[in-house]
């Protein structure tokens, strides 16, 4: 799984060789290096289903009854904790960029991820939370009724979504760029 992710989220693509084969336009060379936009959502698919099969959703639970300040947390936890979280990235990207609904609850993994980013065990770790947290909040909105092609929004709706990303900005802006 964690190896999916990488080639997931990486996507190598051999500008070089490509061009040598006569292949220079950069959308040609996605569509030709096999890891695109459709294969990319196929195989976030299979991930994201296998991680439901095998119950990594519950690394959630896991992790918030062994979060202790003073105590380590076993270091399997927290690297099945990365790679959910990684995956509801993924799933989450893919759901905004194709109009399909995803199939991960992301509300279930805010209960994680400020108490991860505390963590402070990676120098992206703060990073990888604030990235989901900034997923869920575009998610809920594009979800909306109001995103769908309403004529007109809702004004309570539009203040609940600016207020949501000014509170997420203003905490990411304080652990981030401190």
Not at 2 to 22: D, E, N
Not at 140 to 166: C, M, Q, T, Y
């Amino acid at each position: 799984m964690r190896a999916l992710t990488l080639l997931i989220l990486w996507k190598p693509v051999q500008h070089a060789a490509l061009c040598a084969a006569g292949i220079t336009d950069p959308d040609a060379q996605e569509m030709a290096a096999k890891v695109n936009a459709f294969s990319g959502s196929i195989l976030g698919g299979v991930m994201i289903r296998t991680a439901l099969a095998i119950s990594l959703p519950s690394i959630i639970s896991t992790f918030s009854k062994s979060f202790s300040p003073t105590i380590a947390i076993a270091p399997q936890v927290v690297s099945d904790l990365r790679l959910w979280l990684w995956l509801c990235v993924v799933d989450s990207h893919g759901a905004l960029t194709t109009g399909r609904s995803g199939q991960v609850d992301i509300q279930e993994a805010l209960k994680a991820t400020r108490l991860f980013a505390s963590l402070k065990l990676q120098p992206y770790d703060m990073r990888l939370a604030a990235t989901v947290e900034l997923y869920a909040t575009a998610k809920f909105a594009v979800s909306s009724a109001w995103f769908a092609g309403a004529r007109s929004i809702a004004p309570h709706e539009l203040r609940k979504f600016n207020k949501d990303l000014d509170e997420w900005e203003e905490y990411v802006s304080l652990k981030i760029y401190v």
